[in-house]
Nanobody
Framework: QVQLVESGGGLVQPGGSLRLSCAAS????????MGWYRQAPGKQRELVASINAGGGTNAADDVKGRFTISRANAANTVYLQIDSLKSGDTGVYYC??????????????WGQGTQVTVSS
C-alpha cells in the first residue's frame, strides 16, 4: 500500500498564496504520476494539476498561471504552489498518486485532503 500525507492548507485572504505538500510513503516501486484534485462545497472532485515521472505537467484552465505543481522525485513528494488565490479556489485539496507497489501491480492512491479557505 501507498500512503499519502498532505499539509499546507489553511485560511488565506484573496490574492494570497499557499504551498501544499504531499509526501508518499509505503510500498512504492515506482510512481507514475502525482496530482492535486480539488472538491469545492457541493461540487464534484476535479483535477487541478498533475505531474508525471518525466516532469511533464498538466493543469486546469482556471488555475494556469496561478498554480504551479512540482515534484521532488527522490523524496516522492509533490508540491502545489498556489498564488493569487480567489474565493472560487476554496475547497478540500486532495493529493493523488498512481504508482506501482511492485513490478506488476499499480493503483491509484489518495490522501486525506487538506482544507483551503479563501476569505477576507
Amino acid at each position: 500500500q501507498v500512503q499519502l500525507v498532505e499539509s499546507g492548507g489553511g485560511l488565506v485572504q484573496p490574492g494570497g498564496s499557499l504551498r501544499l505538500s504531499c509526501a508518499a510513503s509505503g510500498s512504492i516501486f515506482r510512481i507514475i504520476e502525482m496530482g492535486w484534485y480539488r472538491q469545492a462545497p457541493g461540487k464534484q472532485r476535479e483535477l487541478v494539476a498533475s505531474i508525471n515521472a518525466g516532469g511533464g505537467t498538466n493543469a486546469a484552465d482556471d488555475v494556469k498561471g496561478r498554480f504551479t505543481i512540482s515534484r521532488a522525485n527522490a523524496a516522492n513528494t509533490v508540491y502545489l504552489q498556489i498564488d493569487s488565490l480567489k474565493s472560487g479556489d476554496t475547497g478540500v485539496y486532495y493529493c493523488q498518486a498512481r504508482a506501482y507497489s511492485d513490478p506488476k501491480n499499480w493503483g491509484d492512491y489518495w490522501g486525506q485532503g487538506t482544507q483551503v479557505t479563501v476569505s477576507s
